[in-house]
């Protein structure tokens, strides 16, 4: 396990630890994340990735902006919109439900600016260099996908009506379906705000203020009754910032 993998998931696990029983609706998705970094971190090891390096990087930095998230609420403090409305969704919603808020703020709003953080300008004037950056965080696809069916096991202790266990195949499928549709347009976000970088912090600012806007807005699909993984699977999940105006 890459030392600074394992590093994150240890800081992770001492923030489930100090959770308290009021705040046990944050281990849904705090749980998930953990396994997942440390799918990550072994798929790292077992060579899944053309640049290794790199991904360890951009799997920190990912997670640090999670643990900023969090500690921020923790503290008092105001996280960003789609996180704020994350952590403060009612307590007693499904497992499934703080699952998605969490992968809603944290995929569609933070990974841009992940990959932002360990993709330099000059990276991005390097079309074979660029091309080995997409083709590895494709892969993460794989790695997600692997885990669906364990963290669809994780989330059955929870207890599952009738209905639930007859659409769990397709539930699986439609979580991979998402995953992977939301992963193509975090593409395209980062290099919209890219192109805003370039402009300058102002321009930068602007877009993400953007991008902040329509990943908080998705939490209206995420909270309306009904099977929402079915749901997400037609609708899509992911957010797709327009063209700069």
């Given at each position: 396990m890459?030392?600074a993998?394992?590093?994150?998931?240890?800081?992770?696990?001492?923030?489930?630890?100090?959770?308290?029983?009021?705040q046990?609706?944050l281990?849904?998705?705090?749980?998930?994340?953990?396994?997942?970094?440390?799918a990550?971190?072994?798929?790292?090891?077992?060579?899944?990735?053309e640049?290794?390096?790199w991904?360890?990087?951009?799997?920190?930095?990912?997670?640090?902006?999670?643990?900023?998230?969090?500690?921020?609420?923790?503290s008092?403090g105001?996280?960003?919109?789609p996180?704020?409305?994350?952590?403060?969704?009612?307590?007693?919603?499904?497992?499934?439900?703080?699952?998605?808020?969490?992968?809603?703020?944290?995929?569609?709003?933070?990974?841009?600016?992940?990959?932002?953080?360990?993709?330099?300008?000059?990276?991005?004037?390097?079309?074979?260099?660029?091309a080995?950056?997409?083709?590895?965080?494709?892969?993460?696809?794989?790695?997600?996908?692997?885990?669906?069916a364990?963290?669809?096991?994780?989330?059955?202790?929870?207890?599952?009506?009738?209905?639930?266990?007859?659409?769990?195949?397709?539930?699986?499928?439609?979580?991979?379906?998402?995953?992977?549709e939301?992963?193509?347009?975090?593409?395209?976000?980062?290099?919209?705000l890219?192109?805003a970088?370039?402009?300058?912090?102002?321009?930068?600012?602007?877009?993400?203020?953007?991008?902040?806007?329509?990943?908080a807005a998705?939490?209206?699909?995420l909270?309306?009754?009904?099977?929402?993984?079915?749901?997400?699977?037609?609708a899509?999940?992911?957010?797709?910032?327009?063209?700069a105006?």
């Open positions: 890459p030392a993998v394992e590093s994150v998931a240890r800081t992770m696990q001492e923030r489930l630890d100090g959770l308290t029983a009021e046990a609706y281990t849904e998705f705090l749980g998930t994340y953990r396994r997942t970094t440390l990550v971190g072994k798929a790292v090891d077992g060579g899944e990735f640049d290794p390096e991904v360890e990087r951009w799997d920190v930095a990912f997670a640090e902006l999670y643990l900023a998230a969090l500690e921020a609420h923790l008092g105001t996280p960003s919109r996180w704020r409305l994350a952590f403060d969704a009612p307590p007693d919603l499904p497992a499934l439900r703080h699952v998605l808020l969490g992968i809603n703020a944290h995929v569609n709003y933070d990974l841009p600016q992940a990959l932002l953080a360990v993709i330099s300008d000059e990276d991005f004037a390097n079309p074979a260099l660029m080995v950056r997409r083709r590895d965080h494709e892969r993460i696809d794989g790695v997600l996908a692997s885990r669906v364990a963290e669809d096991a994780e989330l059955a202790v929870h207890g599952r009506t009738l209905t639930d266990r007859v659409l769990q195949p397709l539930n699986r499928l439609s979580s991979k379906r998402f995953l992977r939301s992963r193509t347009k975090v593409w395209h976000n980062t290099g919209e890219q192109a970088r370039l402009i300058g912090p102002a321009a930068y600012t602007v877009r993400l203020g953007e991008l902040e806007v329509l990943s998705r939490i209206a699909d909270l309306a009754p009904g099977q929402v993984l079915l749901r997400l699977a037609v899509g999940f992911g957010v797709t910032l327009p063209p105006g």
